[in-house]
């Protein structure tokens, strides 16, 4: 075993009102490739912010090199040795390479003297990377070889890297996957986030399990099975619920093989994408957020328009209507953001109620709006879901997160829709506000609506659908019933190799 | 260290303390440049904003206020659609001089016959054609994606080449002597537009003005158009995710401001101005985007804050007269008056504190 | 109609003296609009210049100081509108019109009793040897050294821009300026320096109209030559040599409708005089196509959330 790089004891971090980390310790190894596994609001951010000097832990310690390891800013992290890859990247469209990696550095050297070591490093790691194109009219996958090569070119000794491959494609992954084993080959440790349980098992050494801030086991990923590391990230016997099966009627909503591309320069587009959802069923689609979630939203909302047999509710196509229609006919939508998509910030709940709810619920009359009526229903809102605020006067933006969420979510739901698409019900969402919103998801199919989820959360997926569905980059794998699917089979879907095997090193 | 904090909530209470602060700053720096100037702050002040309402001469200067306090109402209703929702209609002033042109041509075109139609074609061929002048901004921006602001701005320069060329021109009073300038539509009964009642100042304009501030009113929080204006301005995503189409939110408020303020135009040539001459635009259509901002694009409050300019123009006026003090300084207290508000305006959504340094 | 009487040596150097306040207030936009702020208030910015400049020369005797009492005037004046948009956050577009309309009223009470008085004269720059080369000699470099400056300064902003570490920086902080704080530049910083700068270029392109160009003061002289200058910026695309191309050509528009006014062509007056304005709006639209080369964060608030 080689020697050890990074000793973290007992590590705790508490902000008002949660415990982000709770008695951290994990050990790193020079040239090992190390997992951080967890749900989200594990702590793994909060853990590797410390770590690069974002955030200054409340106790405990850390010796890097045998040294004590205290960084007070990520400048003196990255003096120590001790680079990171963001999940969201800070890098600047409109200018090249070379120029984005100057930006990053504290001095960098003359533009063609970078340039060469730009090249030379991105050749040597297999990132191959030309320093005068312009970033914005790079691959998601090559914007991060950009922000790799920022850190490889200050000879970093510990690499860490947020969720590394939600953006890429499998080809990208093996490449990213050579450069990591070629980076361990000379003694570089990698500290590696993400819940793809195969690529963990592919790739990594040792694997530290997050659990509500806690560190709750390590394990070697090689020996050990998918199912068994994600128990231990969820903390019980994932069970697939055994539904009784409901009587499934019509088709109400489908997609047929629609392919559209984004509207915005950075967006994911949609390739052919071909779903259905019966009466009474609820479909799954999970992925990793920035695989096509909110385009597919947009599509179903009407926010973007498609040919108009693209899209068909109860058999009639209605890719070209506007959202006003869509609503009068019964297809309701809820967004991932709350405050600025879902709701305006600065208005009222009344108001906000109004924003979706005027066609169906009869709140205006040649134009005029009844407030009367507006307000009526979003204090049924607020009563049925126990949205907690001290009146429907108060801006949408003075509301908590779960709150907010469910009014949304139940603003919607108070429509009788027969079709209703949420994106993210619960994310950010205490338990409690959640258990509740995926009941109300659950009841509305029960009542004969057919409902379609998008979510990043798994196991929400797994307790509420009749059937589920992967997104990746855009596809859509085909949808399979829940009831046996196993998470192996689950990964495979969400790695987008469709049914394809992904290489096993 | 002063820090912002983002409030929870948009603060009700400063919302309408801001426009006080506002006029309560511009006093004392106005004062402060009154002084300046070599005048006594105090009469200055009191000759600005006393006088106009209180003095033994007031029964004069009260009609005048209306007379002036007018076109600005009106064109900063229109203006204040727009503006709440993104659309910035800088070009009023040239919607201003279009839609008078047009409406002295059609009451020009019909002299010296006496009508009762002819007013009521004139007020209509005004509003029309400030409407079309806004619409050139308008397609523009909906068809190419071009900047109204600097669209509508430049024609502001076209229209008043116009207006010479047809003071000059087109309108020039055929029994004028040979001065520039058209017939002067006050002595043209059929055409003129008068005071409804005598002395009070309250023409046809005075009267429009409120009907639009009560038509502001209704639209903004009765009806779903102005409704998705709001929402517009506030949360564009959630207003697409509405349904809220851009391209007729753009032609409804650019029309409608383009109306009203040749509508304005129209009221002024045929009522307190009376000629189309080449200085006949007086800034109005540049002093209401002030009063649309002192009124926090609110109808009632640009109804006062109308009120409140017309007033520092009479004030100015009595002022220059008696004080000798420059018209320019009125013009600057005006500009003084927009930027204090922006200024003010953050407390309405942000806290200030003072930043503890953290122990870090 | 005479057009004889059109001499096009004259044209030409006329014309690089009509294209400099442009281009000067152009280029000091297009730098603080590359660092993502738009300001709208150059109008104002030009004409305080014109004043300042104006009064001091007068003052002074010396139109150098005026010059340098303009691009001062106009920095001034461009930190009240950074004030309120940076410091403030108050909206970018009424700003820069409060800005507008203040400078307007500022200049012309400053300029009370300014009218009709002549300033003292600017020297020409008469380059020895360049300057007898027949025809392009008489135009090109028998200018008052502002015209020099001008180019110089559009040489100057371009190197800068593209060459040297503050001009990426600036560059940064335009296209993503949460990017740029993530990273640990001081966005508000850069953008009240820039904000500066393009105050003193409008300010002294301001004077250069009062001081050298007219050369008088009469209250809004500058009569839109600002915003014209703000359509420049979108025509040039954000680069400095474009900016230089826009501004000369439209100093060409500006000067020939004029002599084609001298010399009685058959188009009344006020229709020579619009076409400027006109043709800015014709290029907008064209450019307007063009729109994916605007600093990505131009006109947004930058409030760095912690």
Not at chain 1, 169 to 176: H, S
């Amino acid at each position: 075993m080689s020697e050890i790089l990074l000793q973290i004891e007992g590590l705790t971090k508490a902000y008002p009102g949660v415990v982000a980390n709770a008695d951290v310790s994990l050990t790193i190894r020079k040239g090992e490739v190390h997992a951080l596994l967890g749900e989200n609001g594990a702590g793994k951010s909060t853990l590797v912010k410390m770590i690069y000097g974002l955030v200054k832990p409340d106790s405990g310690q850390m010796v890097l090199r045998g040294a004590p390891y205290a960084p007070a800013q990520p400048r003196a992290a990255r003096a120590a040795g001790v680079a990171m890859v963001f999940q969201h990247f800070s890098l600047f469209d409109a200018l090249d390479v070379a120029e984005n990696i100057a930006l990053g550095m504290e001095t960098p050297p003359p533009m063609r003297s970078l340039a060469q070591q730009i090249r030379q490093v991105s050749e040597t790691y297999g990132l191959p990377l030309d320093p005068y194109r312009t970033v914005g009219e790079l691959s998601a996958g090559e914007r991060q070889r950009v922000e790799i090569i920022r850190c490889l070119l200050q000879s970093p000794q510990l690499l860490i890297m947020d969720e590394p491959t939600s953006v890429l494609t499998p080809q990208e992954v093996e490449i990213l996957f050579e450069t990591l084993r070629k980076l361990t080959a000379e003694g570089v440790a990698i500290l590696y986030i993400s819940h793809k349980l195969e690529e963990i098992r592919a790739l990594c050494d040792a694997a530290t399990i997050l659990r509500q801030g806690r560190n709750v086991g390590t394990c070697v990923p090689a020996q050990t099975q998918a199912r068994d590391m994600a128990e231990m990230m969820v903390g019980s016997t994932l069970h697939t619920p055994a539904r009784s099966p409901r009587t499934m009627g019509d088709v109400l909503l489908a997609l047929n093989n629609l392919s559209r591309p984004s509207a915005s320069a950075f967006g994911t587009a949609l390739k052919n994408i071909t779903l259905s959802v019966q009466a009474g069923e609820v479909l799954g689609i999970g992925g990793v957020a920035g695989n096509g979630q909110d385009e597919l939203l947009a599509v179903l909302s009407g926010e973007l328009l498609t040919p108009a047999d693209a899209v068909q509710f109860m058999g009639q196509p209605i890719g070209q209507a506007t959202p006003q229609a869509r609503r009068r006919l019964g297809l309701l939508c809820a967004p991932e953001e709350r405050l600025g998509h879902a709701a305006a910030p600065d208005m009222s709940l009344v108001e906000n109620a109004l924003l979706t709810g005027v066609q169906r619920k009869g709140l205006a009359s040649r134009g005029f709006l009844k407030w009367g009526a507006a307000r009526r229903f979003a204090e049924d809102i607020i009563a049925r879901f126990d949205v907690r605020t001290p009146g429907p006067d108060v801006a949408a933006r003075a509301l908590s997160g779960g709150n907010l969420q469910k009014f949304v979510i139940g603003r919607e739901v108070m429509q009788a829709p027969k079709v209703l698409v949420v994106n993210q019900p619960t994310w950010g969402v205490d338990a409690a506000a959640a258990a509740a919103i995926r009941q109300a998801l659950l009841d509305l199919a029960a009542g004969g609506a057919a409902v379609l989820v998008i979510s990043q959360d798994l196991d929400e997926l797994m307790e509420i659908s009749d059937r589920f569905a992967a997104l990746n980059e855009g596809r859509l794998s085909p949808a399979k019933p829940t009831t046996g699917l196993s998470v192996d089979e689950i990964g495979l879907m969400m790695g987008g190799a469709h049914g394809m095997e992904v290489a096993h090193v | 260290m002063l820090r912002l904090e983002k409030r929870p909530q948009p603060s009700r209470l400063w919302t309408y303390l801001t426009p006080v602060l506002a006029v309560v700053l511009t006093m004392l720096c106005g004062g402060l440049l009154f002084s300046f100037l070599g005048k006594d702050p105090v009469l200055a002040i009191r000759t600005i904003f006393w006088e106009p309402l209180f003095s033994e001469f007031a029964f004069y200067y009260r009609p005048q206020l209306l007379v002036k306090g007018a076109p600005l109402v009106l064109i900063a209703i229109g203006l204040s659609l727009g503006f709440k929702a993104g659309i910035w209609n800088i070009g009023a002033e040239g919607q201003y001089i279009i839609g008078a042109l047009c409406g002295a041509g059609v009451a020009l075109a019909f002299y010296p016959m006496e009508a009762a139609f002819i007013f009521p074609l004139m007020v209509l061929a005004g509003g029309l054609g400030g409407w079309a002048w806004a619409m050139i901004p308008a397609f523009l921006k909906v068809r190419f994606g071009t900047n109204e602001i600097l669209v509508s701005l430049m024609l502001v320069y076209v229209a008043e080449q116009l207006l010479a060329s047809m003071s000059l021109g087109l309108l020039k009073n055929p029994q004028g002597f040979g001065f520039p300038g058209s017939r002067n539509l006050q002595q043209y009964p059929s055409a003129h537009n008068a005071e409804l009642i005598a002395g009070t100042g309250m023409h046809w304009g005075v009267v429009a003005a409120l009907i639009a501030v009560i038509f502001a009113y209704v639209l903004l929080n009765r009806h779903m158009q102005g409704f998705y204006i709001r929402l517009t301005g506030d949360a564009p995503r959630a207003a697409r995710f509405a349904g809220v189409s851009p391209t007729r939110l753009v032609l409804f408020c650019l029309g409608v401001s383009g109306a009203l303020a040749g509508l304005a135009g129209l009221f002024e040539v045929a009522g307190p101005s009376g000629v189309v001459s080449i200085d006949f635009n007086a800034g109005y259509g540049f002093t209401a985007i002030i009063v649309a901002f002192l009124g926090r694009l609110h109808p009632v409050g640009i109804l006062m804050a109308g009120g409140l300019m017309a007033l520092t123009y009479v004030g100015g006026d009595i002022a220059q007269s008696k004080l000798g003090l420059p018209k320019a300084a009125i013009q600057l207290f005006q500009g003084m008056l927009l930027f204090f508000l922006l200024a003010v305006d953050l407390t309405t959504n942000y806290r200030i504190r003072l930043r503890r340094k953290e122990a870090s | 109609m005479d057009l004889s009487a059109i001499n096009p040596t004259l044209l030409l150097a006329s014309l690089m003296v009509a294209a400099t306040p442009l281009l000067l207030a152009a280029i000091g936009e297009l730098v603080v609009e590359r660092a993502g702020v738009l300001n709208l208030g150059v109008e104002g910015m030009m004409i305080t210049g014109a004043i300042c400049g104006f009064a001091i020369a007068v003052n002074t005797g010396s139109p150098i100081l005026g010059l340098v009492a303009a691009a001062l005037g106009g920095a001034v004046l461009s930190l009240l509108f950074a004030a309120l948009t940076q410091y403030a956050l108050a909206n970018q577009v009424a700003s820069g019109l409060a800005l507008t309309l203040f400078g307007l009223g500022l200049s012309a009470l400053i300029g009370q009793g300014y009218q009709g008085i002549k300033p003292p004269s600017f020297p020409k720059a008469d380059i020895p040897l360049l300057s007898d080369i027949p025809f392009l000699g008489g135009v090109l470099f028998r200018n008052d050294f502002v015209v020099y400056l001008a180019i110089a300064l559009t040489a100057v902003v371009w190197w800068v821009l593209k060459y040297s570490r503050i001009g990426l920086v600036l560059r940064a902080v335009g296209e993503n300026h949460d990017a740029a704080h993530a990273l640990g530049y001081k966005v508000v910083r850069i953008r009240v320096a820039a904000i500066c700068f393009g105050g003193a270029c409008a300010g002294l392109g301001g004077a250069y109209i009062s001081l050298i160009r007219v050369p008088q003061w009469t209250e809004g002289m500058t009569a839109g030559i600002g915003w014209i200058a703000l359509a420049l910026v979108v025509f040039a695309s954000w680069k400095p040599w474009r900016a230089m191309l826009g501004a000369y050509l439209f100093g060409g528009i500006t000067v020939l409708q004029l002599n084609l006014q001298a010399a009685g062509v058959a188009i009344p007056v006020e229709y020579l005089a619009m076409s400027p304005y006109l043709i800015t709006i014709i290029v907008l639209v064209i450019m307007s196509a063009d729109k994916s080369r605007a600093p990505a964060a131009l006109g947004r608030s930058f409030h760095a959330s912690q």
